[in-house]
């Protein structure tokens, strides 16, 4: 298999140091989608430096007009950058397995904390997310919004997005922050542009091909489900659709799943709420929710066969599209038109950053006096001392089982 760089064979340690990075990061990335970036950025542009901040900022971008889970979709192309295919594979599964993992065991019944939402330590994480992601939108601010144009879209963003809250609003605001950089942002200068290219070794016909496959299940699923009226047809063609349709992840597929699993039966009323209270304890994506939707469905598979069809269902148009849209990304964004629209883009990511720095990030993770004081430790670490984000974590972690 080609690599993502220099078109080197990919041995197995590439896909296995990948796998390894992003285990690390799924047990530790608490704080929903948008917290899920920050630490991203900590771990891949600042400390293994496999990629630069505009590049980053870019790849981000491109996810948020992407549908499905937008941080897992950034992991994905960041594992396929580094190791082709089996990377991309080794960073969905190392983000995704430990949340899978945990919600599969409280669906079983077999979890012994009970409601661990209100645990000092999990509180204590809740503050160290807000710590990672503030200083993930300081850096970010201080690469992408150097001038009053791009601060000024930025705060156009954070402030459409903050006062006219929905998922639609922020798909539209990126949009408009894009034909605002078009009109108004110059092209990159040289200097941006020497970072290195962010390349991935796919050959454009597996582009095709992999959003050739994305439409046919998309509309095949459905037709198939109601001609053969098999149940486990019918349970991929749900979370299917659930991860094709929703942009922005995390909470806006709440709606989506309810609709297709609570209202049509699927999945019992009091499950679902149960399950999704579980669910905001955990670490990593929030589309590993559909684990134990997949294990207490009542009708067709459930249980240990249930829970992976409907964790594969749900994030495989993500992996499509990644592998559908990468192999043309690199040499679109260096079109200079495209690069104008990219910049107020970017500008538009600071300012989308920054709002959910407030809300959900800040306001559900600084509760008190004792939660800031976690909060504030944990930035003065990540921005002065350089400690490593998942040092901070496990850090925020024992400080807020003592305070909190």
């Known amino acids: 298999m080609l690599s993502a760089e220099g078109g080197r064979r990919t041995d197995f340690g590439a896909p296995l140091l990948v796998l390894l990075v992003f285990l690390r990061l799924g047990c530790t990335s608490f704080g929903g989608p948008v917290a899920h970036l920050g630490y991203f950025r900590a771990e891949f542009v600042e400390r293994r430096r496999w990629l630069g901040d505009r590049a980053y900022a870019d790849l981000v971008a491109l996810c948020q007009f992407l549908p499905g889970p937008a941080s897992s979709q950034v992991g994905m192309a960041i594992g396929l950058q580094r190791a082709g295919i089996l990377g991309l594979v080794a960073a969905w599964l190392g983000f995704t397995l430990p949340s899978a993992v945990l919600l599969f065991g409280f669906a079983l019944g077999v979890s012994t904390l009970g409601d661990v939402s209100q645990a000092g330590w999990v509180l204590g994480l809740k503050a160290a997310a807000v710590a990672v992601v503030g200083h993930a939108v300081l850096g970010m601010a201080k690469s992408l919004t150097p001038d009053a144009r791009r601060a000024t879209i930025a705060v156009g963003v954070l402030t459409v997005v903050l006062l006219v809250p929905g998922p639609l609003t922020m798909f539209g605001a990126m949009a408009l922050a894009g034909i605002a950089g078009f009109f108004v942002c110059r092209s990159p200068s040289t200097t941006e542009n020497d970072e290195p290219r962010f390349r991935v070794r796919l050959r454009p016909a597996v582009g095709w091909l992999s959003l050739a496959v994305f439409v046919m299940l998309l509309a095949g699923l459905p037709i198939l489900a109601v001609f053969t009226g098999n149940a486990t047809v019918g349970l991929i063609d749900t979370f299917y659709r659930a991860g094709s349709f929703v942009f922005g992840g995390g909470h806006v597929v709440l709606p989506l799943l309810q609709a297709e699993t609570v209202q049509t039966g699927l999945v019992e009323p009091g499950a679902f709420l149960a399950g999704y209270g579980a669910a905001q304890a955990e670490p990593g994506p929030l589309f590993t929710f ?115």
């Open 290 to 404: 559909a684990a134990l939707l997949g294990a207490v469905t009542t009708g067709g598979p459930s249980g240990l066969p249930g829970a992976p069809i409907a964790l594969l269902a749900i994030f495989l148009p993500s992996a499509l599209l990644v592998m559908g849209v990468l192999p043309f990304w690199e040499r679109l964004r260096r079109a200079p038109r495209v690069q104008r629209v990219l910049t107020g883009v970017n500008s538009g990511v600071v300012g989308l950053l920054a709002a959910a720095l407030y809300d959900p990030v800040f306001t559900a993770g600084v509760t008190n006096a004792a939660s800031l004081v976690v909060a504030a430790l944990a930035f003065v670490a990540l921005t002065s001392w350089k400690t490593p984000a998942w040092a901070v974590v496990l850090g925020a972690a024992g400080a807020g089982a003592l305070l909190l």
